[in-house]
């Protein structure tokens, strides 16, 4: 079209129409450009009218570049597209989008730009890194998981919902994955937040009525990090609002990343839906780490804060403080910062005083077999001997393989130590039991339930 200046936006914007129908399905026609008007066109720049800002966000991140491309088509030249929001008393509020002609400055700082208006929470932990995390067998496989996503966002797992007990390193994963996402490009669009946050956040926008753009912060992430997502629970209406979340990422080919205390089907009061919906990528379990690893942990802790201790404490403080990573360091740094203050070597009567409630603690929180076959037999309604007897009757036979499983996933001992407290029974045993357990889980929802209750008495000492 010549002298397009002359041509009124009624008609632009109607040949704009039907060039954009040649282009986009019908359905997106429909819904995001059949609700527009141009309600000003001058030469290089369009003025859309829109009802509600989240019209702008959707076109600027999926059809921008097919929308200037249908007026270049019409008008023959190039186009600047700005949004003017009508209001419903008639006024009008003019937004300029970023996305068609960004500034100077914008450009130079367009990775930060992005993530901080797309994810003002995105503040990820700088030592919570894959370099600074150590692998051992507890968490090999969820590492491996976490860098194949970070590698692949939305190609290899997705989701990744990572579960564990407290401490154990699910934060420290998420962040990392975060960290070499942002590496690879900076203008990556992240949001990170736990559960009660979105949750938070959600009642506020529902308050003030900005749901346009707090759906906008979380729909238009290339990748979401929910942290926690069992605070879901019991949540009808935050539970609806990930829902859809969820959806219009997974669909939109954007990487979500989850975690939680326990696996998705173990979470109580969450909708099932939801529940399928976490499993439909991986689902990887960090299990509580071996003394080597909790002794590599502390080693490689006390080399990057430069601490000089003798191995026989770092050994000291591995074999008694077992619960978790957190309250591993957290041992550690109350033994350095004695060192230090005291300018001396510390012997190893000093660091058990110095670490005498941290010892305390993991003594009343131990989990034993000989404790997860009582509470187990006490739930099945048996005796304790059923627990390793020769017996095979389907009733005694399945509580005694729950209690196998609990002791492979509740306690460090090996297959072998686990199946000689269970009779002397061999590895192979024991982990057929664990196998066949983990099946079970899967489709009896009952039996699911009934070995979350048993953990949680165990776990708490009820």
Not at 307 to 326: C, G, P, Q, S, T
């Amino acid at each position: 079209m010549s002298n397009n200046v002359f041509f009124e936006p009624t008609e632009i914007w109607t040949q704009t129409c039907n060039e954009l129908k040649k282009l986009i399905p019908e359905d997106a026609y429909t819904r995001w450009f059949q609700p527009l008007s141009l309600v000003d066109y001058r030469a290089g720049k369009a003025v859309l009218g829109i009802s509600n800002s989240i019209y702008q966000y959707w076109i600027e991140e999926n059809y921008i570049t097919t929308l200037q491309g249908a007026f270049e088509t019409v008008t023959g030249s190039n186009v600047k597209v700005e949004f003017k929001t009508i209001q419903p008393d008639g006024s009008a509020q003019m937004v300029v989008s970023e996305r068609t002609e960004p500034t100077k400055s914008k450009k130079k700082l367009h990775g930060r730009t992005a993530r901080r208006s797309y994810a003002d929470s995105i503040d990820l932990v700088p030592r919570y890194t894959f370099d600074t995390f150590v692998v051992g067998t507890n968490n090999e496989f969820a590492h491996a998981a976490s860098v194949a996503v970070a590698k692949s966002p939305a190609r290899t797992y997705n989701p990744l919902f990572i579960h564990g007990s407290v401490g154990l390193g699910k934060t420290h994963l998420m962040h990392a994955i975060g960290h070499d996402m942002l590496k690879e490009s900076a203008s990556t669009r992240i949001v990170y937040v736990t559960s009660e946050q979105f949750t938070n956040e959600f009642v506020s926008a529902i308050q003030h009525g900005e749901l346009a753009n707090f759906r906008k912060r979380f729909r238009m992430a290339d990748t979401l990090l929910i942290d926690d997502i069992q605070f879901f629970a019991g949540k009808e209406r935050s539970q609806e609002e990930f829902f859809h979340t969820f959806n219009a990422l997974f669909d939109g080919n954007k990487q979500i990343i989850m975690t939680s205390d326990c696996s998705p089907s173990d979470i109580a009061k969450l909708e099932d839906r939801l529940v399928s919906r976490f499993e439909w990528g991986l689902t990887a379990e960090l299990q509580a780490p071996d003394i080597e690893t909790r002794l590599a942990i502390l080693k490689s802790k006390a080399t990057k804060l430069n601490i000089v201790l003798n191995d026989h404490v770092l050994l000291f403080i591995a074999e008694r403080v077992k619960a978790n990573i957190r309250r591993l360091e957290g041992a550690l740094n109350r033994v350095a910062a004695w060192a230090a203050l005291n300018d001396r070597k510390i012997r190893q009567e000093q660091v058990e005083e110095l670490l005498k409630d941290f010892i305390q603690e993991e003594a009343r929180h131990v989990v034993t077999i000989d404790a997860i076959q009582r509470k187990v037999a006490e739930n099945f309604d048996l005796r304790l001997a059923d627990m390793s007897s020769k017996r095979r009757p389907n009733n005694i036979a399945i509580p005694r393989m729950v209690a196998m499983y609990l002791s492979r996933k509740m306690t460090s001992k090996s297959l072998q130590e686990i199946g000689e407290s269970f009779g002397g029974r061999d590895h192979g045993t024991v982990l057929h039991a664990v196998k066949k357990i983990e099946a079970r889980i899967t489709s009896d929802a009952n039996l699911r339930q009934q070995i979350h209750m048993v953990t949680q008495q165990i776990e708490s000492g009820n």
